[in-house]
């Protein structure tokens, strides 16, 4: 599988609402993936930070432009 790095920079520049979504999926899935790998170690904290940041940029991507419901958001009742 191609780094997830690679995948993520290519489902950031993206600019096919349909393609996106698709891309995002695979450097999402890449990042577990690399995550698993990481967690048999104690060295990557660098790495470590930078799928963090990765995985809040995907989650935006994911609400703002393909009008995903975001997680964090509370669900208000109607008046």
Do not use: C
């Amino acid at each position: 599988m191609p780094n997830w790095r690679e995948l993520y920079d290519v489902a950031t520049i993206e600019t096919n609402p349909q393609f996106q979504l698709k891309r995002l999926d695979e450097a999402e899935a890449a990042i577990w993936m690399r995550l698993r790998e990481l967690d048999k170690s104690s060295d990557g904290h660098v790495e470590r930070h930078e799928i963090e940041v990765a995985a809040v940029t995907i989650l935006a991507m994911r609400t703002e432009k393909l009008g995903w419901p975001d997680p964090f958001k509370p669900i208000g009742k109607s008046a």
